[in-house]
Protein backbone atom coordinates (compact mmCIF):
# COMPACT_ATOMS: atom_id res chain seq x y z
CA UNK A 1 0.00 0.00 0.00
CA UNK A 2 1.34 3.31 -1.23
CA UNK A 3 0.60 6.16 1.09
CA UNK A 4 1.56 9.58 1.67
CA UNK A 5 0.99 12.41 4.53
CA UNK A 6 0.33 15.78 3.34
CA UNK A 7 1.34 18.84 5.55
CA UNK A 8 2.03 22.60 5.22
CA UNK A 9 -1.79 24.20 5.16
CA UNK A 10 -2.62 27.37 7.32
CA UNK A 11 -4.11 30.78 7.09
CA UNK A 12 -2.90 33.26 4.38
CA UNK A 13 -4.30 36.46 2.96
CA UNK A 14 -5.05 37.05 -0.29
CA UNK A 15 -1.93 37.33 -2.65
CA UNK A 16 0.45 35.22 -0.14
CA UNK A 17 2.30 31.68 -0.50
CA UNK A 18 2.21 28.42 1.02
CA UNK A 19 3.91 25.32 0.23
CA UNK A 20 2.48 22.11 1.06
CA UNK A 21 4.26 18.81 1.35
CA UNK A 22 3.63 15.52 0.79
CA UNK A 23 5.66 12.85 2.71
CA UNK A 24 5.74 9.59 1.37
CA UNK A 25 4.67 6.80 5.17
CA UNK A 26 6.61 3.94 4.67
CA UNK A 27 6.57 4.25 1.26
CA UNK A 28 9.07 5.08 -1.74
CA UNK A 29 7.58 7.73 -3.89
CA UNK A 30 10.54 8.38 -5.96
CA UNK A 31 9.13 6.44 -8.61
CA UNK A 32 5.48 7.17 -8.28
CA UNK A 33 3.09 9.74 -10.29
CA UNK A 34 1.73 11.70 -7.65
CA UNK A 35 -1.40 14.04 -7.69
CA UNK A 36 -2.42 16.99 -5.48
CA UNK A 37 -6.44 17.28 -5.12
CA UNK A 38 -8.71 20.18 -3.34
CA UNK A 39 -12.10 19.72 -1.54
CA UNK A 40 -14.07 22.20 -0.70
CA UNK A 41 -17.49 21.32 1.63
CA UNK A 42 -20.01 20.39 -0.76
CA UNK A 43 -18.25 20.20 -3.76
CA UNK A 44 -16.37 17.20 -5.21
CA UNK A 45 -12.66 16.46 -5.40
CA UNK A 46 -10.86 18.70 -7.71
CA UNK A 47 -7.47 17.73 -9.09
CA UNK A 48 -5.22 20.88 -8.97
CA UNK A 49 -1.42 19.17 -10.19
CA UNK A 50 0.47 15.77 -11.22
CA UNK A 51 4.01 15.24 -11.44
CA UNK A 52 5.19 11.78 -12.96
CA UNK A 53 8.18 10.31 -11.59
CA UNK A 54 10.57 11.77 -14.61
CA UNK A 55 9.85 15.41 -13.20
CA UNK A 56 7.21 16.10 -15.90
CA UNK A 57 3.70 18.63 -15.02
CA UNK A 58 0.69 19.20 -15.20
CA UNK A 59 -1.83 21.47 -14.10
CA UNK A 60 -5.28 22.91 -13.62
CA UNK A 61 -6.30 25.89 -15.27
CA UNK A 62 -7.46 27.18 -12.04
CA UNK A 63 -3.97 26.93 -10.94
CA UNK A 64 -1.69 27.00 -14.00
CA UNK A 65 1.08 29.98 -13.78
CA UNK A 66 0.18 30.46 -10.05
CA UNK A 67 0.80 27.16 -8.29
CA UNK A 68 4.02 24.80 -9.57
CA UNK A 69 4.33 20.87 -8.27
CA UNK A 70 7.92 19.61 -7.93
CA UNK A 71 9.69 16.79 -5.83
CA UNK A 72 12.95 16.10 -3.98
CA UNK A 73 13.81 12.41 -4.07
CA UNK A 74 16.08 12.70 -1.45
CA UNK A 75 13.59 13.75 1.14
CA UNK A 76 11.27 11.00 -0.31
CA UNK A 77 8.89 13.90 -0.78
CA UNK A 78 6.43 16.48 -3.66
CA UNK A 79 5.77 19.62 -2.87
CA UNK A 80 3.18 22.20 -3.81
CA UNK A 81 4.09 25.77 -4.16
CA UNK A 82 1.14 28.23 -3.97
CA UNK A 83 1.73 31.45 -5.06
CA UNK A 84 -1.27 34.78 -5.66
CA UNK A 85 -3.51 32.43 -3.18
CA UNK A 86 -7.05 33.70 -3.76
CA UNK A 87 -10.30 33.40 -1.82
CA UNK A 88 -11.43 30.61 -3.74
CA UNK A 89 -8.21 28.23 -3.23
CA UNK A 90 -9.56 27.75 0.28
CA UNK A 91 -9.81 24.00 0.16
CA UNK A 92 -8.32 20.83 1.76
CA UNK A 93 -5.73 19.88 -0.30
CA UNK A 94 -4.36 15.92 -0.39
CA UNK A 95 -1.95 14.31 -2.12
CA UNK A 96 -2.43 10.95 -4.11
CA UNK A 97 0.43 8.48 -5.32
CA UNK A 98 -0.98 6.84 -8.40
CA UNK A 99 -0.87 3.37 -6.63
CA UNK A 100 -2.58 4.09 -3.25
CA UNK A 101 -6.24 2.75 -3.03
CA UNK A 102 -7.17 5.48 0.19
CA UNK A 103 -6.79 9.44 0.83
CA UNK A 104 -4.88 10.71 3.33
CA UNK A 105 -6.41 13.36 6.19
CA UNK A 106 -5.71 16.30 4.10
CA UNK A 107 -4.45 19.68 4.87
CA UNK A 108 -6.18 22.53 5.03
CA UNK A 109 -5.79 25.76 3.36
CA UNK A 110 -7.56 28.89 3.88
CA UNK A 111 -7.45 31.90 1.84
CA UNK A 112 -8.96 35.45 3.64
CA UNK A 113 -7.87 38.46 4.92
Known amino acids: QVQAVESGGGLVQPGGSLRLSCAGAGSILSTEVVFWYRQTPGKQREWVAT???????DYAASVKGRFTISRDNAKNTVYLQMSSLEPEDTAVYYCKPARSTSWGQGTQVTVSS
Open 51 to 57: VTSTGRT
